[in-house]
């Protein structure tokens, strides 16, 4: 009796990892196949494109702020009367403390 339970046991083991093993073979040869490869190699360049976007918008960005600081620098020891949008404005550096408008202006 013992041991028909221990051989009913093992078969059914055995019929079950097989079935398991089958349908992983089966789910791994659908994801190897081109079309499923080419889909994912498309993901992946897409995710790559918008990571590099995202990065050319940030140095825009950091581009813009830097030039309008050199604008108003510029401006400021030239003299220059120059028309520029108000985004491009800086704070004057007249109206700092002494001391702090001389350090900023050497650190540029």
């Known amino acids: ?3 028909s339970f221990y051989i009913a046991v093992g078969a059914a083991l ?3 990892a097989t079935r398991r093993t089958q349908r992983a ?3 791994l040869q659908a994801a190897l196949t081109p079309r499923s490869v080419a889909g994912e190699i498309a993901d992946a360049i897409a995710e790559f494109g918008n990571a590099v976007g995202g990065f050319a918008a940030d140095v825009r960005a950091g581009m813009h702020e ?3 600081q050199f604008v108003a620098v ?3 020891f030239s003299g220059a009367v120059v028309m520029s949008p108000p985004e491009l404005a800086a704070p004057d550096i007249r109206s700092l403390p002494a001391g702090q408008a001389s350090t900023d202006r050497r650190r540029m």
């Open 1 to 3: 009796m013992r041991r």
């Open 74 to 76: 510029v401006d400021d």
């Open 25 to 27: 073979k089966h789910q």
């Open 14 to 16: 055995g019929v079950a």
């Open 66 to 68: 830097r030039e309008a």
